[in-house]
């Protein structure tokens, strides 16, 4: 049987581990793993799916995932890639998003018989005795070297408050309660929870005389730089309610050309083989390759009959190559406003003559962008939403026209 190390590394979930061969012999037998997630939201975006991914992966394997949902943590905020402080929820609200977030990810982990856990660092964090903390963890811990943490660094030319500098002991803490209480001995994290990982290795390590490992996953972008999870018109949630099937769909399908391989090995279940013959398609045929990509991550994502249909829609709206095929006009965006209207949007693409024209239009029903039908005129449209790829803008059922602004 394949190691699940083997796995993640070929797929490309491997950044940074702390100790390579050592964890690939601990991942020939049954472990178990965990990553935290912060419930500032009531859901998870596209953006932290590379992890839920991994968590999958290792489930499949055999291994146990715990998810932390940080209820303690998150009264904190990690100050990681952050230009100011968090807003702090009240515990109401974090415990609102915590159980939200877990019947999200029951769609891509099994959570019967304790194959996997939902846990919340709050009913460990929130008892603490301040002074018996300080004593018995905060003096295994270096200022100086904390210091030299990027989240940390990063931040003190802006100001870092006193409660953000504690979250790299209360995260290190959870490494500990989690290998006393659940035998816990691999920690997962995006690159840029490399420090505060490692600070929980090393807590394990001083207080328990144990060797626990770090691996953190790439922090992705796009080809073009994009964020991942994000697009103009903002995030790519994982809820149905928040963001349809559809628009997920579709988000997948407009893959750029050079992200399509390396999305198929991270955000699907295939084969690599397979993989590697949708990778090898050229020019027209390689849509063929990003609507399986979008097919296979709506159907984790959203079940199957929500992917069937969004597949079917899109065929519908666009056909076989449509939206390919469509003309594309370039804009100055320099001579642009902010937001342009909708009707104005039509008259710039050519499908409609006036902004009557372009009314009567979306009055019929017959006025869509990138398949989503257009049912308010006075609808605003940002001008950085025909950046990148643009706007595919279709009047009646065969008439489309790609707008972008450079």
């Known amino acids: 049987m394949t190691n699940v190390y083997d796995t993640l590394k070929e797929r490309g979930f491997v950044e940074q581990v702390s100790n390579e061969e050592g964890l690939r012999q601990a991942l020939e037998q049954s472990i178990t793993c965990y990553i935290g997630y912060d419930p500032s939201a009531a859901s998870l975006h596209a953006g932290s799916l590379l992890t839920i991914m991994a968590l999958a992966h290792m489930q499949?394997?055999?291994?146990?995932?715990?998810?932390?949902?940080?209820?303690?943590?998150?009264?904190?905020?990690?100050?990681?890639?952050?230009?100011?402080?968090?807003?702090?929820?009240?515990?109401?609200?974090?415990?609102?998003?915590?159980?939200?977030?877990?019947?999200?990810?029951?769609?891509?982990?099994?959570?019967?018989?304790?194959?996997?856990?939902?846990?919340?660092?709050?009913?460990?964090?929130?008892?603490?005795?301040?002074?018996?903390?300080?004593?018995?963890?905060?003096?295994?811990?270096?200022?100086?070297?904390?210091?030299?943490?990027?989240?940390?660094?990063s931040r003190l030319e802006r100001g870092l408050s006193f409660l953000e500098f504690n979250y790299q002991l209360l995260q290190a803490?959870?490494?500990?309660?989690?290998?006393?209480?659940?035998?816990?001995?691999?920690?997962?994290?995006?690159?840029?929870?490399?420090?505060?990982?490692?600070?929980?290795?090393?807590?394990?390590?001083?207080?328990?005389?144990?060797?626990?490992?770090?691996?953190?996953?790439?922090?992705?972008?796009?080809?073009?730089?994009?964020?991942?999870?994000?697009?103009?018109?903002?995030?790519?949630?994982?809820?149905?309610?928040?963001?349809?099937?559809?628009?997920?769909?579709?988000?997948?399908?407009?893959?750029?050309?050079?992200?399509?391989?390396?999305?198929?090995?991270?955000?699907?279940?295939?084969?690599?083989?397979?993989?590697?013959?949708?990778?090898?398609?050229?020019?027209?045929?390689?849509?063929?390759?990003?609507?399986?990509?979008?097919?296979?991550?709506?159907?984790?994502?959203?079940?199957?009959?929500?992917?069937?249909?969004?597949?079917?829609?899109?065929?519908?709206?666009f056909g076989q190559g449509a939206a390919e095929a469509a003309p594309t006009t370039t804009l100055n965006a320099s001579e642009l406003d902010d937001s342009i209207l909708v009707t104005e949007l039509f008259c710039l693409a050519g499908l409609s003559r006036t902004r009557s024209e372009a009314r009567r239009l979306i009055e019929q029903g017959g006025a869509y962008i990138d398949g989503e039908a257009v049912d308010d005129v006075n609808l605003s449209i940002a001008r950085r939403q025909l950046a990148n790829e643009g706007l595919l803008l279709r009047a009646g059922k065969k008439r489309f026209q790609r707008l972008i602004a450079r």
């Open 173 to 317: 803490f959870d490494y500990l309660t989690l290998y006393r209480r659940y035998g816990c001995v691999l920690q997962f994290g995006g690159n840029d929870q490399w420090g505060n990982i490692l600070a929980g290795v090393d807590l394990v390590r001083r207080v328990e005389d144990a060797e626990v490992f770090a691996l953190t996953f790439p922090l992705l972008t796009t080809a073009s730089g994009a964020k991942m999870g994000k697009t103009a018109e903002g995030a790519i949630w994982l809820d149905a309610d928040l963001l349809s099937p559809f628009k997920y769909y579709q988000y997948w399908i407009n893959t750029e050309d050079a992200d399509v391989e390396r999305f198929l090995k991270i955000y699907t279940f295939l084969p690599l083989d397979e993989i590697a013959a949708l990778a090898s398609l050229q020019g027209a045929e390689l849509r063929q390759a990003k609507e399986r990509l979008a097919y296979e991550a709506t159907i984790i994502s959203h079940g199957q009959a929500a992917a069937d249909e969004a597949r079917q829609r899109s065929r519908e709206l």
């Open 60 to 153: 499949r394997a055999g291994h146990r995932p715990l998810v932390i949902v940080g209820g303690g943590t998150g009264m904190i905020g990690d100050p990681s890639g952050r230009s100011e402080m968090r807003q702090l929820l009240t515990p109401e609200k974090i415990d609102e998003n915590r159980l939200a977030i877990k019947t999200q990810l029951s769609h891509y982990i099994t959570f019967d018989d304790e194959r996997a856990m939902v846990l919340n660092n709050a009913d460990w964090l929130l008892p603490l005795r301040y002074i018996e903390f300080l004593r018995d963890i905060g003096k295994h811990f270096s200022v100086n070297r904390m210091l030299t943490a990027e989240a940390y660094r």
